[in-house]
C-alpha cells in the first residue's frame, strides 16, 4: 500500500528576517512586522545597537535596551536578535535559517551612503512592503521638538474654543484634533482589523480593564500591561480621546492622535481588545458590558474628572480596584524631556538623514534616467540598421 503523503508535514518552514533600528517604536513598525510574517512563519527580528545607530544615523531616542524589550513585545514577532548589523549579509540570513529579508520601501543607507540590504538584493533574497505612511520615528521627534516652541503650546482659552469647535460640528472631536493636526496618518477600519486579535473572552476569563492615554507607546507602558494582564485572562484597554488627553495633560498633548495610539496599543502581545474612546471614569455600564472583574492602575498620579469626581470610583466601591507597581516609571513626558535636552543633536539629525535619502534617490534617479537613454540610443540604432 502507497503511504499518503501529507503535505502539510512536508511543507518547509518559511522563515523571515526583518532589521532595524525600531527608534521609539510605533504603529508603523508593527505594521511593517506584520506584513513580513503573513509572508513566512517564523519572524526573526535584527535590531541594532545605540553604537552602530548612532554611527550611521544620529543619537537614538531609546536606549538599545528599552528598543530590544519593545520589539520583543509585538504580537507578530518570535524571535529577537540583539545587536543585529546594520549592512544585512548573506551570513547573517544563513546564521538564523530565514529565507529571505523584508524591509518596507522607504530607503536606508549607512553613513557612506551605502544601500543596507544591496547585498540580499543581489542575491535575490529582499522582498519589498509598503511602508505605513503618515508615521516614522523622524516624524515623532519632529511632533515633539514642536512642544518647544511656545506659539505651538495651547492654554485654557485655546482649549475651550476647541472644545466649543467639535461640538458645533456634532462629530468625534478626534477626527479633527486641533492638538495632533501634524499627523498625517489616515486611519481606516481594514488596518484596526488587521492588528485586531479578534478574540472575546471566554465566560470562564476573568477580565481585566485598564485606562489611559498611552500616549508615544513606551516601555513604561509595556511593563504596566504586562503587570495587568498577569491580573486575569482577558485584558482590555480604553483609550481616552485626544480632547479629553488634552484636559488633563494640557499643552499640546496628546503628541499622537487617537486612532495612532489605538494601532500602537493593539499591536502589543499583552493587549486583547481596545475601547475606542473611552469615558474617562469607569463607569458601572462600562463594567458590566464588557463583564470586568478587575480594574487596574499605575503608580502614576490620578487627575479627577472633569466634574471633580474620583475617576476610579465605581471599581473602588466594588473593590474590584488594584494599584500596580510593574517597577517601570517612565512617563511620555520623559521622553519629550529627553528631546528638548538633545534637541540640537536630533534636529541635526534629521536634517542629515533627510539629504542622505535624497542624495541616494537622485543617484537612482540619475541611473534610470541613463538606463532610459541607454535604451533609446540603442532602439534608434537598430532602427537605422
Known sequence: MIPVKNCEQDRQEIRVWCDGCYDMVHFGHANSLRQAKALGD???VGVHTDEEISKHKGPPVFTQEERYKMVKAIKWVDQVVEGAPYVTT???LDKYNCDFCVHGDDITVTADGIDTYYMVKKAGRYREVPRTAGVSTTDLVGRMLLLTREHFKRGDKEYSVA????SNLGTDSTARS????CSQFLPTTQKIIQFSSGLSPKPTD????VAGAFDLF???HLDFLEEAHK???FLIVGLHTDLEVNRYKGSNYPIMNLHERVLSVLACKYVHEVVIGAPYSVTSDLMDHFKVQVVC???????RDADGTDPYLVPKKRGCFKVLNSGNDMTTEDIVQRIIRHRLDYEDRNSRKEQKEMAVVKTLQNAHVKQNGDYNEKMATDAMS
Open 90 to 92: 548573506l551570513d547573517t
Open 42 to 44: 517564523v519572524l526573526i
Open 297 to 303: 492602575h499605575g503608580l502614576t498620579p490620578t487627575a
Open 163 to 166: 472644545l466649543e469647535h467639535s
Open 206 to 209: 476573568k477580565v481585566v480593564y
Open 218 to 220: 513606551h516601555v513604561g
Open 231 to 233: 491580573q486575569g485572562d
Open 178 to 181: 486641533p492638538y495632533t493636526g
